[in-house]
């Protein structure tokens, strides 16, 4: 079975603050998604990996950055931590591509 | 339009009863299909891939039409345990980082 772990399932942040949040998959998996969830906004893309080092802009990227530095974690950075951000953070990885997503347990992350 | 739609529900149906959501796509050039469902303040989790010829998985059958651009699942003799939010996924061609998440359809099943 897949295991995408997720660093923190609640995280309390205050405004301004930079924000790491990690994510690792164990399945050698080269494709990797960072997603936030709001309430009547579904799924959003924020940023997506397809290699280490190599990392794509998804629908909504501002006021995140991410970092793959090694295949099997990818991080979303949140370089100053707005109240706009509280909000379900989602990691996701994928082997080949019409293979089906699979999630981490997601990080609830609140900004004060 | 949107790209991908669900009928939000809520479905509320007794134990035992047989329910089934459709879920439309608009892009034909759609390559994967998938359910998933997501019970409160958890992750997304998969239920199961859509094939063209159909397939089941116990109590759960998907469904493709490519023609008329729809998914199905039909959840037969549906347990308690069924109650949460079905989200239809599609994978368009376009791109590898384009999957598109339906809003989900929230199912409720009463003892």
């Known amino acids: 079975d897949v295991k995408v772990t997720q660093s923190s399932r609640y995280l309390v942040k205050r405004t301004g603050e930079k924000v790491f949040l990690e994510c690792v998959q164990d399945?050698?998996?080269?494709?990797m998604f960072w997603y936030r969830q709001d309430p009547g906004l579904g799924l959003r893309l924020i940023y997506f990996?397809?290699?280490?080092?190599?990392?794509e802009k998804g629908d909504i990227p501002e006021g995140y950055s991410v970092s793959r530095e090694k295949k099997e974690r990818f991080s979303l950075i949140l370089e100053s931590a707005s109240t706009n951000q509280t909000s379900m953070y989602l990691c996701?990885?994928?082997?080949?591509?019409?293979?089906?997503?699979?999630f981490g347990n997601g990080t609830r992350l609140t900004v004060t | 339009r949107k790209e991908v739609e669900q009928d939000p529900g809520p479905f509320n149906v007794p134990e035992g009863a047989t329910v089934a959501f459709n879920c439309t796509y608009s892009?034909?050039?759609?390559?994967?299909f998938f359910w998933y469902r997501q019970d409160c303040r958890k992750e997304p989790k998969l239920l199961m891939s859509?094939?063209?010829s159909g397939n089941e998985d116990g109590r759960f059958t998907a469904q493709l039409n490519r023609a008329s651009q729809y998914i199905s699942l039909l959840i037969r003799d549906s347990k308690l345990s069924d109650s949460a939010t079905y989200l239809c996924?599609?994978?368009?061609?376009?791109?590898?980082?384009?999957?598109?998440f339906g809003s989900g359809t929230r199912l409720s099943i009463r003892p």
């Open positions: 859509v094939y063209s």
């Open positions: 399945m050698d998996h080269e494709n």
């Open positions: 996701a990885s994928r082997g080949q591509l019409n293979s089906p997503l699979h």
């Open positions: 996924v599609v994978k368009p061609y376009s791109s590898a980082s384009k999957i598109i």
């Open positions: 892009n034909s050039a759609s390559q994967s």
């Open positions: 990996s397809y290699d280490v080092k190599m990392k």
